[in-house]
């Protein structure tokens, strides 16, 4: 990272604790609202929530992160096939690795969910079908501590706009996509036709990734 | 990185984020994705998809979920902070590694005629990882595909009737598609090649090695 995007990026590197809790606060006041005005900032908070863990070993945060994801990993895994007793077990272990892991985490290149989501696939693996999973090198961010802020905003609300056009797609399609995605079955035809706008974040990771290998020079 | 010109299609990144692969399919994308960050970035978009998705299907968890939680984070001890070391510079990328148990050297080749050798790695039934040595200028058997193969250049380069394909590029063949790969004349070429059925080879000799080789 260089002089000028560390000085763009004040509140993830400079004064990461204070300002996060406040926005983690904020969020957990308001959330009644969240389904208007905050529905942008949602995943941005999810990932104020992250810092929190990471940063201060902070328990409230990962309390909220868990009161939102877990019943979604245990219904994802129920939909994978697994019972409701695996699927209550794994998510409580996808949730420790999040905890665990958390200092891998990178917001210019997923949201907290794609993140969550990529823990309970590979535990899906695990469990459900008993085999390895593969994994791409890890990439960590170093030796700079934070990724790009502007790019880490940028890729959130891309995730956010993701998720809209994925709830408004046709029934036929979005049921496709589904299966392919909890069913465990091969579905090699829908990847051309996904009918998602996959070209922004795809060039947004792109972008974070180019950063990335700059910094690790 | 070295510029790769042949990348993975979007029904294998998509089938990876989805995790329907078989596990040898899902080493050579893995593979691929640590040499390509083109690819790294598409898959990037696919892992988007999913996680967009999670947010649907809630399923309310146990009374005491998160205490059993925390308390299966407090039971894994000291958590470490430390960011993992930056990659290490050898031929292979780490998801091989680990099925190997280090870099090229450590690779325990067997000759299969020609000149050409193989190493099988240990992945589920369901298809089947190799790495695959070719001297340089020596070729593979003409064949065609009963399902799909996947080629990935590790080291040197081949050509066949559709392209050139060196490091970090890799070849997606299908059961339309019959070829004979040459390795380039310039290096000895290393691949890893991964198959979900026995490939077909057009000459006698190589049909009948067949059973013995598992290819």
Redesign the interface.
């Known amino acids: 990272m260089d002089a000028t995007s560390a000085e763009a990026a004040p509140a993830l590197s400079l004064a990461p604790a204070a300002r996060d809790k406040a926005r983690c606060m904020t969020k957990r006041v308001t959330e009644t609202d969240v389904a208007s005005t905050d529905a942008n900032k949602e995943n941005e908070d999810w990932v104020a929530c992250m810092a929190l863990i990471?940063d201060a070993?902070d328990?409230a945060a990962?309390?909220r992160l868990?009161?939102h994801?877990?019943?979604?990993?245990?219904?994802?895994l129920?939909?994978s096939g697994a019972d409701?007793a695996l699927?209550?077990e794994v998510?409580?272990?996808v949730?420790?690795t999040l905890?665990?892991k958390s200092?891998?985490f990178d917001p210019a290149?997923?949201?907290v969910?794609?993140?969550?989501?990529?823990i309970?696939?590979?535990r899906?693996?695990d469990v459900l079908?008993r085999?390895?999973?593969?994994?791409?090198?890890?990439?960590?961010?170093?030796p700079e501590p934070e990724p790009d802020q502007a790019d880490t905003m940028a890729l959130q609300q891309e995730?956010e706009q993701?998720?809209r056009a994925?709830a408004t797609l046709p029934e036929k399609q979005r049921v496709l996509?589904?299966k392919?995605?909890?069913s465990?079955?091969?579905?090699?035809?829908?990847?051309?036709q996904?009918g998602?706008p996959?070209?922004t974040?795809?060039?947004r990771?792109?972008l974070a990734?180019?950063r990335l290998?700059h910094a690790?020079k | 990185m070295t510029q790769i010109k042949h990348h993975l299609t979007d029904a294998l990144l998509m089938a990876y984020s989805a995790g329907s692969l078989p596990e040898a399919f899902n080493l050579t994308v893995a593979t691929h994705i640590s040499l390509c960050d083109e690819c790294r970035a598409r898959l990037g978009a696919f892992d988007a998809v999913g996680g967009a998705l999670l947010e649907q299907a809630a399923v309310p968890m146990a009374q005491d979920g998160l205490a059993a939680t925390m308390a299966l984070i407090r039971a894994g001890g000291e958590t470490t902070r430390e960011r993992p070391a930056p990659r290490n510079t050898g031929v292979l990328p780490a998801p091989l590694r680990d099925y190997i148990g280090g870099d090229l050297e450590a690779v325990r080749w067997r000759p299969i005629g020609m000149g050409v050798k193989q190493a099988i790695l240990p992945t589920s039934k369901d298809a089947t990882a190799r790495l695959l040595y070719i001297p340089a200028g020596a070729a593979v058997p003409d064949h065609g595909h009963r399902g799909t193969e996947l080629t990935l250049v590790l080291q040197g380069a081949f050509l066949d009737e559709t392209a050139r394909f060196g490091p970090g590029d890799i070849e997606v063949a299908n059961e339309e598609m019959d070829h004979m790969p040459v390795a380039d004349i310039g290096a000895d070429c290393i691949c890893l090649a991964a198959t979900d059925a026995p490939l077909r080879f057009r000459a006698l000799m190589p049909r009948l090695a067949q059973p013995f080789l598992r290819i």
């Open positions: 990471r070993g328990e990962f309390a868990f009161s994801f877990a019943p979604r990993v245990k219904g994802f129920m939909r409701a699927a209550e998510a409580q272990d949730m420790a905890w665990r200092h891998l290149r997923a949201s969910a794609t993140w969550i989501f990529t309970a696939r590979n899906r693996i079908r085999a390895r999973r593969p994994e791409p090198e890890d990439l960590p961010w170093g995730s993701l998720g994925l996509i589904e392919a995605y909890f465990d079955l091969s579905h090699s035809e829908i990847a051309e996904t998602l996959l070209g974040i795809k060039s990771i792109r990734l180019d290998r690790m």
